[in-house]
Antibody, heavy 117, light 110 residues
């Protein structure tokens, strides 16, 4: 079964750091571009970042550029998002998503990140 | 404010048809493929439509997509109570070099 499973969310203070992970299974992880998409409570979807299949190319939304770093370990079929200098408006459910062509065909169940003192 | 504009809500009776619009610009919808996603409360989004009008395997033909110029539309026929969900459009914005989504539309099946 094709599956993405996020983990690592939690409560962090403003200015703090957190790394969330996404474990992939059921497909050839290293062949696909992967993304992180977040959803603040009661709000819509917001694309955060993407990484090419090899990891050579990365892309970020302006709202997280310079603070977040996306990476992947193709030997372990795992995607990461390192989040630094966290702010209250980073509070959201973070989803990882597999890119197929010009769409996201597989999504995880999400991991909640809460930034609060 | 989302780059792509969707109506906040739509509603229709069971068995009827509904359409959800998604309006963008020449740098996003006007230039790139549109996809659509369905999301139930507390769950991750589900892939519904890709390349403007194509349906992934397993998606019933009650769901359809179209695109004209800088706008796209999701159509759902034979509405069922199980279709009540939030629906999002998405595409790449070539000017922003970023993926963009609509603000989402809540479908109510009365």
């Amino acid at each position: 079964e094709v599956q993405l499973l996020e983990s690592g969310g939690g409560l962090v203070q403003p200015g703090g750091s957190l790394r969330v992970s996404c474990a992939a299974s059921g497909f050839t992880f290293g062949s696909y571009t992967m993304s992180w998409v977040r959803q603040a409570p009661g709000k819509g979807l917001e694309w955060v970042s993407a990484i090419s299949s090899s990891g050579a190319y990365t892309y970020y939304a302006d709202s997280v550029k310079g603070r977040f770093t996306i990476s992947r370990d193709n030997s372990k079929d795992t995607l990461f998002l390192q989040m630094n200098s966290l702010r209250a408006d980073d509070t959201a459910v973070y989803y990882c998503a597999k890119k197929k062509g010009d769409a996201f065909d597989i999504w995880g169940q999400g991991t909640m990140v809460t930034v609060s003192s | 404010q989302s780059v792509l504009t969707q109506p906040p809500s739509v509603s229709a009776a069971p068995g009827q048809k509904v359409t959800i619009s998604c309006s963008g610009s020449s740098s996003n919808i006007g230039k790139n493929y549109v996809s659509w996603y369905q999301q139930f409360p507390g769950t991750g989004p589900k892939f519904l439509i890709y390349e403007n009008h194509e349906r992934p395997s397993g998606i019933p033909d009650r769901f359809s997509g179209s695109k004209s110029g800088t706008s796209a539309t999701l159509g759902i026929t034979g509405l069922q109570t199980g279709d009540e969900a939030d629906y999002y459009c998405g595409t790449w914005d070539s000017s922003l070099s970023a993926w963009v989504f609509g603000g989402g539309t809540k479908l109510t099946v009365l």
